[in-house]
């Protein structure tokens, strides 16, 4: 399933680009998520930690850096990780590009090819996407708060998705009645 997202951020693209490839530094923008350890051939090890309602999954697994362009500000990532308790698995490999934004910021545009297997993946394509955007958009602006020297992200124990669910359904439901509210 291919996943796509685009951000804006009031930072120079140079810097965003360099933030997108720090998992260390990154990995504060995303609440839930923990940078637990460096291998020798330079991927990390990581782990999220999503709530769905009352359900609580944690997923654990690598992430590495397979490809980068610093002159074109491209890169390419795996994630690959494995619920911590139960059978899921998720693996994406996720394409991304800083371009020159709005007023000296960056656009940033990922593409994630994903492959989810177990309770996440009965959730269906377009609440998954739905849910996605949602948090890529949270994740932006705590990126931009790092790099403009504003409030520090927001951590958290957990990506807590019932809100970004409830959002979720009732942006599904203004489209389906016509509200444009």
Do not use: W
Not at 128 to 133: F, G
Request: proline share 3%; aromatic share 2%; hydrophobic share 40%.
């Amino acid at each position: 399933m291919l996943i796509e997202n685009q951000f804006d951020v009031a930072a120079k693209p140079a810097e965003v680009y360099a933030l997108m490839l720090d998992p260390e530094r990154v990995v504060t923008c995303l609440a839930g998520a923990e940078v637990t350890g460096r291998n020798d051939d330079g991927s990390y090890n990581a782990q999220v930690t999503v709530k769905l309602g009352p359900v609580k999954m944690t997923y654990k697994g690598t992430v590495s850096i397979v490809e980068s362009d610093p002159e074109a500000r491209t890169a390419t990532m795996l994630a690959k990780g494995a619920e911590a308790r139960g059978q899921g698995t998720a693996q994406a490999t996720l394409n991304m590009a800083v371009t020159d934004g709005a007023d000296g910021g960056s656009h940033v545009t990922v593409a994630a090819d994903m492959l989810v297997t177990g309770r996440v993946a009965q959730m269906g394509r377009g609440v998954m996407q739905d849910v996605a955007r949602r948090m890529i958009g949270q994740m932006a602006q705590n990126m931009e708060a790092l790099l403009t020297g504003g409030a520090a992200p927001e951590g958290g124990d957990s990506v807590s998705a019932t809100s970004l669910l409830g959002s979720v359904v009732a942006d599904r439901t203004k489209r389906l009645f016509g509200s444009k509210e």
